[in-house]
C-alpha cells in the first residue's frame, strides 16, 4: 500500500518491529525449480497497538487504516507473517481499531480504509463502525481489496 513509508508526512505503526524471511520459488522452462531467498523489514516509527493508540484525540488529518484481514492463518503462515493476522475476537479488535482511528482524527478528518474479503467479507467488518464510508471501489475483481474512504464528522 505505501509507496514510501519513510515520506516525512507519514508515521508508520505497526504493532510488529522485525525481520520477516521466507523461500519463495520459480518453475524454470525446464521444469526445474529456482529457489529464492526473500527478507521484508517491519520498521515503523511507532511500535503500538492499534486497538489501544497512544495519540491524543483528534491528532491526524489522515489515517490509513489496513488492519490484517486473515482469521484463520498460522502464525508461522508466510502471509501472516508479512502482513500480520487476526487474533481471538476479531470483531472486537477491528470494532476497537475504528473506533480509535475516529477518535483520533481531527475533525472532517479522512479515513482511508483497505480490507481484503478473501476470508472475512467487507460487510461483516464494516458493520464494526457506527460512521459509515463517503465512497470506496464497490466491485473489486481479482483482489477482493476494498477501499473506503470515510470522513470524520465536524462536530
Known amino acids: 500500500m505505501w509507496f514510501d513509508k519513510r515520506h516525512p508526512l507519514a508515521l508508520y505503526h505497526d504493532r510488529r518491529s522485525e525481520s520477516v524471511e521466507w ?3 520459480e518453475t524454470q522452462p ?4 529456482k529457489y529464492r531467498h ?3 523489514e517491519i520498521a515503523p516509527d511507532v511500535v503500538g497497538d492499534f ?3 497512544d495519540f491524543p484525540d483528534n491528532t ?3 489515517i490509513a487504516f489496513d ?3 486473515f482469521d484463520t492463518l498460522n502464525e508461522n503462515a508466510r502471509t501472516a507473517k508479512m502482513y ?3 487474533f481471538g475476537d476479531w470483531e472486537t479488535m477491528l470494532a476497537d481499531g475504528f473506533r480509535e482511528c475516529f477518535r483520533v482524527l481531527k475533525p472532517s478528518g479522512v479515513l482511508v480504509f483497505k480490507w481484503s474479503s478473501h476470508h472475512i467479507p467487507l460487510g461483516d467488518v464494516t458493520a464494526l463502525t457506527e460512521h459509515r464510508p463517503l465512497f470506496g471501489n464497490r466491485k473489486p475483481n481479482l483482489t477482493k481489496t476494498h477501499w473506503l474512504l470515510y470522513m ?3 462536530i
Not at 30 to 33: I, T
Open 23 to 25: 523461500e519463495t520459488h
Open 30 to 33: 525446464d521444469g526445474s525449480k
Open 38 to 40: 526473500r527478507t521484508m
Open 51 to 53: 486497538t489501544a493508540l
Open 60 to 62: 491526524f488529518h489522515l
Open 67 to 69: 488492519p490484517p484481514h
Open 84 to 86: 500480520g493476522r487476526l
Open 152 to 154: 470524520k464528522p465536524n
